[in-house]
Nanobody, 119 residues
Framework: QVRFVESGGGLVQPGGSLRLSCTTSGFIFSQWAMSWYRQAPGKERELVAAISSAGVNTNYADSVKGRFTISRDNAANTVYLGMNSLKHDDTAVYYC????????????WGQGTQVTVSL
């Protein structure tokens, strides 16, 4: 059974930082690109960042370039999202999934982790 378990979210002030984790199981993690998505209230889920299977290539949404960093630990079957200089517009539920340009396992979305940027 494929599983994605996101954690690390919370309430942070503008300009603050968080590090999200996504632990996976049920597939060969090291063979898949991975990506982070977010969904704000009333908006569609959007791709935030992606990383290739070996971690060599990354891609970011324009809105987070220079502030967010995606990384992975293939030995731990885990993908991370480091977030700096957080803005109110970053408030959303964050999810991970397999794939580089789109979610390739959409049947198996996890519960996500809430990030709230507020004073």
């Amino acid at each position: 059974q494929v599983r994605f378990v996101e954690s690390g979210g919370g309430l942070v002030q503008p300009g603050g930082s968080l590090r999200l984790s996504c632990t996976t199981s049920g597939f060969i993690f090291s063979q898949w690109a991975m990506s982070w998505y977010r969904q704000a209230p009333g908006k569609e889920r959007e791709l935030v960042a992606a990383i290739s299977s070996a971690g060599v290539n990354t891609n970011y949404a324009d809105s987070v370039k220079g502030r967010f960093t995606i990384s992975r630990d293939n030995a731990a079957n885990t993908v991370y999202l480091g977030m700096n200089s957080l803005k109110h517009d970053d408030t959303a539920v964050y999810y991970c999934n397999a794939g580089f340009t789109r979610a390739t396992m959409p049947t198996y979305w996890g519960q996500g982790t809430q990030v709230t940027v507020s004073l």
